[in-house]
């Protein structure tokens, strides 16, 4: 008899050790998914007009999805680095939540340069400050 598997359970709190490759690969798949699910949820919004609403702003989208693409691994690499050393509440789902939240917003917004490095600060710093959070314990002296 087989005993049912959440299959959300590898998001739990756990250290996730491993190679190196292990991490640059899991860190690229979060950050491709995160901007595919990003660019899939604005796709009413940056195809024709005669298959949804008028595009929210015009011009072309590629520069955007590269520039997620981007953020997104570095966001995904600082969760990787904490959850490597310490347990950390759902890397996964934060670096793909930030990074298609900030695709999503990005592709039907088309800011210019500096709103979209304010974005992709505000990603950054909540990607470091979920890590700071679960590396504070490790980084404080042990009681006696």
């Known amino acids: 008899m087989t005993v049912y598997e959440d299959p959300f359970e590898s998001d739990s709190e756990e250290v996730r050790p491993g190679p190196l490759w292990r991490h640059a690969l899991w860190a690229v798949g979060m950050a491709v ?11 009413f919004r940056i195809g024709p007009e005669e298959y949804g609403l008028p595009a929210a702003a015009p011009g072309p989208v590629w520069g955007y999805l590269a520039a997620w693409t981007v953020i997104g691994l570095t966001a995904a690499a600082v969760l990787r680095a904490a959850a490597a050393r310490v347990p950390v509440y759902a890397p996964g789902r934060v670096a793909l939540g930030l990074t298609l939240m900030g ?6 917004w088309r800011p210019e340069p500096p709103a979209l490095g304010a974005l992709a600060a505000v990603v950054l710093v909540a990607a470091v400050f979920w890590s700071a959070f679960a590396l ?7 009681r006696r």
């Open 136 to 142: 504070r314990g490790e980084l404080r002296p042990a």
């Open 33 to 43: 998914a995160g901007v595919g699910l990003g660019w899939a949820g604005a796709l």
């Open 103 to 108: 695709t999503r917003l990005s592709l039907g």
